[in-house]
């Protein structure tokens, strides 16, 4: 399985980015994703917490980094 550390998905919009950050994460094994569009926020940390995906979340100049736990 291909392993990626960081994804990168600022300047996109839902549902692009949600269905490109999940891929990343299933596909990929990413585990750090950094988003600008809070309703991409909103729907991936609602999708984590539903699988039981333990995350930590911040926020810097309007950018959130996304950061699973193993």
Partial sequence: MKSSYQFDAR???C???FVLVKQQM?????KVFL????I???NFTSYLES???A???SVQD???KIKLLD
Avoid: C, H, M, R
């Fill in 51 to 53: 699988q039981g995906v």
């Fill in 40 to 42: 991409t926020l909103y």
């Fill in 15 to 17: 549902p692009l980015a």
């Fill in 62 to 64: 309007s950018i959130y």
């Fill in 26 to 30: 299933i596909k990929n094994n990413t």
């Fill in 11 to 13: 300047g996109l919009t």
């Fill in 35 to 38: 988003l600008d569009d809070e």
């Fill in 55 to 57: 995350f930590n979340k």
